[in-house]
C-alpha cells in the first residue's frame, strides 16, 4: 500500500528527469564531452550495485597501459569541494569507498573527489593530461560525458522490475540506457544455474553488449584475535545490500548481523554496541566478520586491547565473468582506439 501511496510522486519526479534529459538531449543544457580518454561506471538505480569492485577492476586491468585517475563525489564526507586523496586522507574527509580504493590502489591509482564532476576532471587533467579517468557515479552527471559509458545492475533486482524513486529504486527510466555504451549484470549467481543470452535479451531493445559479474569470496583476513575454526559470524556491514553478503559463507555457518545504514559513520558507542552484542551469545568459534568498506571506519575506533580481545575478519572479494576475455577485449578496444 505505501509503494503505491508513492506512485503520484514517482510520476512526478519521472517527469522532471525526463524534462532534464530531453533539455539536455536538445542541447539546451551543455554537456561537456571529456578531453582524452575517461570511463564512468554508474547505474540507474540507486545503490548497491557494485560500482566500486568494478572501478577496482578496471585500475587492475588497465594500470600498466596509462596512467589512472578516479574521480568520485565522495558520498558520505563532511568535507566539499575538490581534494586529492593522500595517506592522511580520513574516510569522513573523502568518503568511505574512496578511502578504501585509495588504500588498495594507492601506488596504481591517483585518487580525488569533487562533487562538480566538470571542475574535478579539470584539476585532474592539468596534472596529468594523458590519463584514463574513471569516474565512479556519474551516469547521471550530464554536465559532463565519458567517452566510454558502463551501466551496472543487479541480476536479481531487474530494471524492468523497478519503478522510479521513491516508488522504487530508479533514478531515471530505462530511456537512460540509451546513453550506455554497455550493460554489466552484476552480483550474479553460479553462471551455470541461469541462462545468459536469455537474461540479456531483457535489453535487446538497447544494441549494445551485456556482460555478467559475480563475486567470488576470498578466505576470512584475520584483523585481531584469531580464532581456531569459524563456526558463526557476526557480519558488521554499514552497505545497501547486507543479506547479499551471506553468500560468502558455506551453508552450515550461523550468521548474524549488525547492520547499519549505507555509508554509516561509525562512532565509539556504536563499536561498543557490536562487542556488547557480540559477548551475549558469541562461543570460542564465533568471529566479527566486516567489509572494506567499512574496515576504513571502523579501525580507527579499535584500540590494541579490542582486537586482542575480540576476532575481528575482513570479508574480501573478487570479479568473476562468464567471459572475461570478451569484457576485456571491450574495454581494451576502446582505451587503445585513436
Not at 45 to 50: D, L, S
Not at 51 to 56: L, Y
Request: hydrophobic letters at 40%; proline letters at 4%.
Amino acid at each position: 500500500m505505501r509503494r503505491l501511496a508513492l506512485y503520484p510522486i514517482a510520476l512526478l519526479y519521472g517527469a522532471v528527469i525526463w524534462l532534464r534529459n530531453r533539455c539536455f538531449d536538445l542541447q539546451l543544457f551543455k554537456t561537456q564531452p571529456i578531453e582524452g580518454k575517461s570511463i564512468c561506471v554508474g547505474n540507474l538505480a540507486v545503490g548497491g550495485t557494485g560500482k566500486s569492485p568494478h572501478v577496482a577492476y578496471f585500475i587492475e586491468l588497465l594500470c600498466d597501459l596509462l596512467p589512472i585517475q578516479v574521480l568520485s563525489r565522495g558520498y558520505g564526507r563532511n568535507t566539499s569541494g575538490y581534494l586529492e586523496l593522500t595517506k592522511t586522507s580520513t574516510a569522513s574527509q573523502v568518503g568511505d569507498e574512496s578511502k578504501m580504493l585509495y588504500e588498495q590502489y594507492q601506488n596504481k591509482a591517483q585518487f580525488a573527489v569533487c562533487e562538480n564532476r566538470a571542475y574535478g576532471i579539470q584539476q585532474l587533467r592539468s596534472k596529468k593530461p594523458d590519463s584514463l579517468i574513471l569516474l565512479d557515479d556519474a551516469f547521471q552527471h550530464r554536465q559532463v560525458k565519458a567517452g566510454l559509458n558502463i551501466v551496472l545492475s543487479v541480476f536479481d533486482q531487474p530494471m524492468q522490475q523497478d519503478s522510479l524513486l521513491p516508488a522504487g529504486r530508479l533514478r531515471e527510466p530505462m530511456s537512460g540506457l540509451n546513453r550506455a555504451d554497455a550493460i554489466v549484470i552484476t552480483k550474479c549467481p553460479k553462471f551455470d544455474t541461469f541462462d545468459a543470452a536469455l537474461y540479456a535479451k531483457q535489453f535487446q531493445k538497447w544494441p549494445i553488449p551485456v556482460f555478467f559479474s559475480r563475486y567470488t569470496y576470498r578466505a576470512l583476513q584475520p584483523l585481531g584475535k584469531i580464532i581456531h575454526e569459524v563456526r558463526e559470524v557476526l557480519i558488521v556491514s554499514g552497505i545497501a545490500l547486507p543479506e547479499q553478503l551471506n553468500e560468502a559463507f558455506a551453508s552450515d555457518i550461523q550468521i548474524r548481523h549488525k547492520s547499519y545504514s549505507d555509508h554509516h559513520v561509525y562512532t565509539a558507542a556504536n563499536l561498543e554496541e557490536i562487542h556488547h552484542f557480540f559477548d551475549t551469545f558469541a562461543t570460542a568459534n564465533t568471529a566479527i566478520v566486516t567489509t572494506a568498506k567499512d574496515w576504513v571506519k571502523i579501525q580507527s575506533l579499535l584500540s590494541p586491547k579490542d582486537l586482542q580481545k575480540y576476532p575481528w575478519y575482513l570479508l574480501t572479494f573478487e570479479l568473476e565473468w562468464s567471459d572475461q576475455n570478451a569484457f576485456n577485449q571491450f574495454i581494451s578496444a576502446y582505451v587503445v582506439s585513436n
